[in-house]
């Protein structure tokens, strides 16, 4: 069964670092979405994908946050510099026209 | 703007307990609801959905009915099982049923079934 990968799972980081997440969606799907899940908190979209373009990126620190998906397949979230308040699990999740199809995650702890 | 509101967790059962997670909805359109459910160290998966007013969403055993009147679409199985212990997450998309759309989730109910 097809599934959405991300790496890396875990990342550690110091405050003012930058900090980069991948993700490569499910072979097809050409809508893409990063979302931050907050610790006891339900996830909050970042950025929408159509193709290799954004549709939302409304909710996205522009400051500090950054995202690309070249080619329209895979895609990179990059933070630059890292703040105390960026620790959370960052979700990425591809769609068909039926449902949303969630990676692992990556859990960012920044000290 | 939208929003999901969910009973306040944790929750805990014994085996073959009821289960009942309520869950209610602000959105200004007509949206699709959904249940999603994440297991420790794993992504969310769906675990039902339902598109338009007194449609029935069921997976697992799980159930859960749109109700317009009263924006609401709670989670409930009959018989639970220590494998169903995970956190629930309700959601719902402002979209025309499909699922292109993003994803605005409650905060989350953790439950725990106990043998």
């Known amino acids: 069964e097809a599934e959405v990968a991300q790496s890396p799972r875990y990342k550690i980081t110091e405050k003012s670092q930058a900090v980069a997440f991948w993700c490569d969606p499910i072979s097809g799907h050409a809508t893409l979405y990063w979302y931050r899940q907050i610790l006891g908190q339900g996830p909050e979209l970042l950025v929408q994908f159509q193709d290799e373009s954004v549709v939302d990126d409304s909710q996205l620190p522009k400051d500090r946050f950054s995202a690309e998906r070249l080619k329209g397949v895979d895609s990179t979230l990059k933070i630059q510099p890292a703040e105390l308040g960026d620790s959370a699990m960052y979700l990425c999740?591809?769609?068909?026209?039926?449902?949303?199809?969630f990676g692992p995650g990556t859990r960012l702890t920044v000290t | 703007g939208d929003s999901v509101t969910q009973m306040e967790g944790p929750v805990t059962l014994s085996e073959e307990a009821f289960l009942t997670i309520n869950c209610t909805y602000t959105?200004?359109?007509?949206?699709?609801l959904f249940w999603y459910v994440q297991y420790p160290g794993e992504g969310l998966q769906l675990l039902l959905k339902a598109t338009k007013a007194d449609d029935k969403g069921s997976n697992k055993g799980f159930e859960a009915t749109y109700r317009k009147e009263t924006t609401s679409f709670h989670l409930e199985k009959g018989s639970v099982q220590v494998s169903d212990s995970a956190v629930y997450f309700c959601?719902?998309?402002?979209?025309?049923?499909?699922?292109?759309?993003?994803?605005?989730f409650g905060k989350g109910t953790l439950l725990t079934v106990n043998p």
């Open positions: 959105a200004t359109g007509y949206p699709s």
């Open positions: 959601a719902l998309s402002d979209g025309s049923g499909g699922s292109n759309y993003k994803l605005t």
């Open positions: 999740a591809s769609s068909n026209i039926y449902e949303q199809y």
